[in-house]
């Protein structure tokens, strides 16, 4: 069974970067399409950015266009979301998760990991 491990956040000053890392194993995670989503305190889940299985065409949630990209590295199958000026509302718990569609509803991934946190602040 795909197992992901979510790692890289931390606490960063508005407009810093960081890389969020997704590890797979137990499958081979090209062979699913990625999914980032973030969960902010009090608020609902929502789609950030996919990454489809078939042809690793990307997506972006309007909230992440033009500031985060979504890749996938097949040698270490890992994926990546590279968060660039980021802001104090980008705070939250951030998930990774693998399905058959790059899609921004969360119930059509399968598999989750644990997620990791995101501070924006000075």
């Known amino acids: 069974q795909l197992q992901l491990v979510e790692s890289g956040g931390a606490l960063v000053q508005p407009g810093g970067s960081l890389r969020l890392s997704c590890e797979a194993s137990?499958?081979?995670?090209?062979?699913?399409?990625i999914g980032w989503f973030r969960r902010a305190p009090g608020k609902e889940k929502e789609g950030v950015s996919y990454?489809?299985?078939?042809?690793?065409?990307?997506y972006y949630a309007d909230s992440a266009k033009g500031r985060f990209t979504i890749s996938r590295d097949p040698a270490t199958n890992t994926a990546y979301l590279q968060m660039n000026s980021l802001k104090p509302e980008d705070t939250a718990v951030y998930y990774c998760a693998a399905g058959p569609w790059a899609t921004s509803l969360a119930e059509q991934y399968e598999y989750w990991g644990q997620g990791t946190q995101v501070t924006v602040s000075s």
């Open positions: 137990g499958g081979t995670l090209v062979n699913y399409a």
């Open positions: 990454i489809s299985r078939s042809d690793g065409k990307a």
